[in-house]
């Protein structure tokens, strides 16, 4: 399809960091002020986003919402004959891609008043009201990709030459050119359509059933504390101190879980076989090439991933055996990968000194992202502290046209000052993909939206390894940010090698039971976290992790968590090295938006996704850090300090 801008355009946690004019950092208290009982109207303005770039009032947005409904009614007068010269096809687009445009401002201030002030209703209503339209729209503009098809390469290049304003919607048009394969026929085309009505039904039916039907189990503690272990309580007590809570906390979890197998396979086998059925209709090999074709990326990507990670599970395996060593453990257990083996660091940093470390740390990216960045602090983009009825945890949004916002929940603690560079980093892409882009191609895909908040992530605790003096710090930066390397790209990994194989064994015609996904996922934990090497033991009980991992439903999604930190670590060591090009290659990146394939924008920014080396560049560098901190224990330790 042509590439729109989505309304709920990204939107991508973890954590970040307020806003204030340079003039007023130092009058800025050192103690992070608290607002999460107050109601929303009582935050001080300068704390909050500039909601009012995009609409003055409700009423503003009325009026706006209103004139994109009249618009959504000019779509079908349009539509005759619009592929019947150069100026009817771009007076159709233009239209299309204007209302979208309405649309996705309408939508942004709607979800931002909606999330900082969840109790006020009215919001809801607003945006329920703008889906209505987009529903309205969607069902208006079926005949656009028949229409494209019907029309041909030849004659769209012929328009392309006739008429200069086709131009930003040339890659649109092109990738709906180049489905032409696995495009169906008209009426083929409508039913398969209506699967839409329960392709989603799995996932949903699991989610359902995971988070409100399957009764918890009741474990009573080591300090004698009788716990419902549901699953908010299971994910805070599988990082307790007490060891054995850790366990009895995950074995009594996924045995609970281990009850409900055979529905929960049944669900995903249902699921997959959905993606098989979607890729045969459309005459694609496997559901893998299906999943990948739209967005013009090798199959050999994905086993180039799962190939070079796995390469380098020692590295893996050689932090887990540190981390038992620091644990003091004589058996490390899969358990205890949860608990922290640093313990937390009690230091604040209000905005103002997050803001001056995190503009510090981006230094390597130049003037011109430097001055992006000062923007965003000093003009309101960013929503910094909790008030009541606001969202938890944090995003970045861009908006085409105005600017990005950043929703934030700061606190003041290290992991807030992470989060304010990730998402400031998610911010920078969008925007200076929307200063260089037309709209139509300004959105990024998925396979690159998470390239440049880790590359924040990576100056970031370079900058902080440089320049910290406390050991202690150092150590706790490094276990943070190696345990979510660890999360990211190995357990990422994992899952997407457990993905292929569900997905070969339904192509093969086979069933998924309960008792080949437990033994395949098993078997899979193992052979990563070294069980068998004695790095890591793996009970039984863990096979059934895998009927808690909504990713499986959404067919090839997580291998892009894995491909987008090794990109950004191979873009991050290029700028940190000073070779010639790659702040300004990195730079392009940002402003390419989706204006081409992702392999093609990153290979223009330097990193080939096909080759080994950008592979080999981001697992050496977990490998030389796990090393570092090996250094920094043994300094510890031999001043009694660890």
């Given at each position: ?9 990204l ?79 771009r ?82 048009i ?52 009788k ?27 996924w ?51 799962i ?50 470390i ?21 003009e ?25 916002y ?68 150092k ?24 993905e ?24 899979l ?21 895998w ?7 959404l ?48 290979r ?39």
């Open positions: 399809m042509i590439q729109w801008r989505p309304l709920a355009v939107a991508i946690c973890i954590m970040l960091s307020p806003l204030r004019a340079a003039g007023q950092e130092d009058k800025m208290e050192k103690k992070i002020p608290d607002y999460s009982l107050k109601e929303r109207r009582e935050v001080p303005t300068e704390y909050t986003w500039k909601i009012e770039d995009l609409y003055a009032s409700a009423a503003d947005w009325q009026t706006d919402k209103e004139a994109m409904a009249s618009a959504i009614a000019r779509v079908d007068e349009m539509a005759r004959g619009w592929t019947s010269s150069p100026m009817a096809m007076a159709l687009l233009d239209l299309v891609s204007g209302i979208e445009l309405k649309g996705s401002r309408l939508m942004a201030y709607a979800s931002h008043q909606y999330n900082t002030d969840m109790g006020n209703t009215g919001y809801q209503a607003m945006a329920g009201e703008l889906r209505s339209l987009f529903v309205s729209l969607g069902s208006k503009l079926s005949f656009l990709q028949p229409d494209v098809l019907a029309l041909g390469a030849e004659k769209f290049s012929a328009y392309l030459r006739a008429e200069p304003g086709l131009a930003p919607y040339r890659f649109g092109e990738g709906i050119l180049r489905e032409r394969e696995h495009v169906l026929p008209g009426d083929q085309q409508r039913i398969a359509a209506l699967t839409g009505l329960f392709s989603g039904a799995p996932e949903r039916a699991a989610g359902i059933f995971n988070d409100v039907e399957v009764p918890p189990a009741e474990i009573t503690l080591s300090d004698g504390q716990v419902v272990l549901n699953y908010p309580a299971y994910l805070r007590l599988r990082a307790a101190k007490n060891p054995a809570d850790r366990t009895l906390a995950m074995k009594s979890f045995d609970n879980q281990k009850k409900y197998e055979n529905t929960l396979a049944a669900l995903q086998d249902g699921a997959i076989k959905m993606h098989w059925f979607n890729a045969q209709i459309r005459n694609h090999p496997d559901c893998l090439a299906a999943r990948l074709f739209s967005e013009d990326i090798a199959p050999e990507v994905y086993q180039q991933l190939r070079q990670v796995r390469a380098f599970l020692p590295a893996l395996q050689r932090y887990l055996s540190l981390k038992q060593r620091m644990l003091g453990l004589p058996t490390f257990r899969y358990e205890d990968v949860y608990a922290s083996a640093v313990r937390a660091i009690d230091k604040t940093y209000s905005f103002a000194e997050a803001r001056r995190v503009s510090a740390s981006l230094q390597p990216l130049g003037r011109d992202y430097l001055a992006a960045l000062q923007r965003a602090f000093d309101r983009w960013m929503d910094l502290y909790p008030n009541k009825g606001k969202e938890s945890g944090a995003y970045s949004e861009g908006t085409y046209g105005v600017h990005p950043i929703k934030l929940n700061y606190n003041g603690d290290y992991d807030a000052v992470a989060t304010l560079t990730h998402e400031l980093g998610h911010a920078m892409h969008s925007y200076f993909s929307d200063q260089a882009q037309p709209f139509p191609t300004a959105n990024y895909t998925t396979f690159l939206a998470e390239i440049a908040s880790t590359f924040n992530e990576h100056l970031l605790m370079h900058h902080l390894l440089k320049n910290e003096k406390d050991d202690l710090f150590l706790f930066i490094l276990d943070n940010y190696l345990d979510g390397f660890r999360g990211t790209l190995f357990r990422q990994t994992l899952f997407a090698e457990f292929l194989a569900m997905h070969r064994r339904v192509e093969q015609g086979q069933t998924l039971t309960a008792d080949w996904l437990n033994q395949k996922y098993l078997e934990t193992r052979q990563y976290y070294g069980h068998d090497s004695g790095a890591c033991q793996v009970d039984d009980y863990i096979q059934v992790e009927n808690r991992i909504s990713h499986f439903y067919n090839y999604y997580v291998f892009q968590y894995s491909t987008g930190i090794i990109a950004s670590l191979a873009l991050s060591d290029r700028v940190l090295q000073g070779d010639p090009g790659a702040q300004a290659g990195y730079l392009e990146l940002l402003k390419a938006g989706g204006s081409d394939y992702p392999l093609n924008i990153l223009k920014a330097g990193v080939d996704m096909t080759r080994p080396e950008p592979y080999v560049i981001a697992l050496t560098r977990f490998d030389r850090l796990v090393g570092e901190m090996e250094k920094i224990v043994a300094r510890l330790q031999k001043q009694k300090k660890f």
